[in-house]
């Protein structure tokens, strides 16, 4: 018998985060009562944001931001920093007991160099959870800013930061901690077809023939790219973060949203 906690990594899109959220206390609420939940956050606006202030411009390619040193930059200060530190502050402020960190912080995510063309972007190739696992343990709800340390060809440790799209670092964490579920919350209501009508389901099928139509296209592309990975081992849900009650909703029966189903048929 598995009387293993239920862990969920849930991901907070940046975009989502508004005054009629209830993702915040959603997740206060799952705390208390004994989940193991560990959040990523995204902050993709806060980013733009940012860049633009500083007139730097941006791009994106397959859905992830070109990312060049002074974008690497903004990425581990508003990331890492302003939106890590508010979450923090704001899922306190509610009752919960939460630590900020990013994915450097005990070499957590563990990364290479994805493609040249995305400059300092990361693909995940390891995890350690020694952190993560301290904090659950504590009692603590890790709160983690996708950012990673790169490693070399022999998997050691350089002084070099990446880039990770959040929705890819929360898969790769659902993963490594077995978690239970994995939630995207983001700004729209779950993936959409070619019609513009919401899918409840979308197998790992369906999801390629969406992807190369390009009807799944930018943002979307890491979510379904994760959420098919993750799959394997977690229920995973797209669902939209704005409207009140969707975490408790998508970690329950009838979950809101698109349910990813990893089972090949
Ligand atoms: N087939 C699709 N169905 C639904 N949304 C899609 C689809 N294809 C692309 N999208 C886009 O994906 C977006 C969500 O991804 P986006 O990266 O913008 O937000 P996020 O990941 O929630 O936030 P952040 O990047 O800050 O973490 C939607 O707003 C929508 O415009
Ligand atoms: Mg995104």
Do not use: Y
């Amino acid at each position: 018998v598995n009387t293993r906690p239920k862990t969920a990594v849930v991901k907070i899109g940046g975009s989502t985060l508004g005054a009629h959220d209830t993702s915040l206390q959603d997740l206060v609420a799952l705390q208390r009562e004994g989940r193991r939940v560990v959040v990523v956050h995204g902050g993709g606006a806060a980013i733009s944001d940012w860049l633009r202030r500083l007139d730097t411009p941006t791009r994106f390619v397959r859905g992830l931001r070109v990312t060049d040193e002074a974008t690497l930059d903004a990425v581990v200060a508003v990331l890492g920093g302003i939106v890590n530190k508010q979450l923090v502050a704001s899922i306190s402020a509610l009752g919960g007991r939460v630590c900020g960190i990013c994915g450097a912080d005990g070499a957590t995510l563990q990364a290479v160099h994805a493609d040249a063309e995305l400059g300092f972007v990361g693909t995940v190739t390891g995890v350690d959870l020694t952190l993560v696992n301290a904090l659950l343990d504590s009692g603590l709800m890790p709160v983690i800013a996708p950012i990673a340390i790169m490693v070399d060809g022999e998997s050691r440790l350089t002084e070099q930061l990446l880039n990770i799209n959040a929705d890819a670092a929360a898969g790769e964490l659902a993963l490594a901690l077995q978690a239970d579920q994995l939630v995207f919350l983001t700004d729209v209501d779950g993936v959409r077809d070619d019609n513009g009508a919401l899918l409840r389901n979308l197998n790992r099928t369906e999801a390629e023939v969406l992807l190369a139509s390009g009807v799944i296209s930018g943002g979307m592309i890491p979510k379904a790219e994760a959420g098919l990975r993750a799959a394997a081992s977690a229920t995973c849900v797209i669902a939209d973060g704005r409207r009140a009650g969707t975490l408790r909703a998508a970690l329950g029966e009838n979950p809101p949203g698109t349910v990813i189903d990893g089972v090949e048929l």
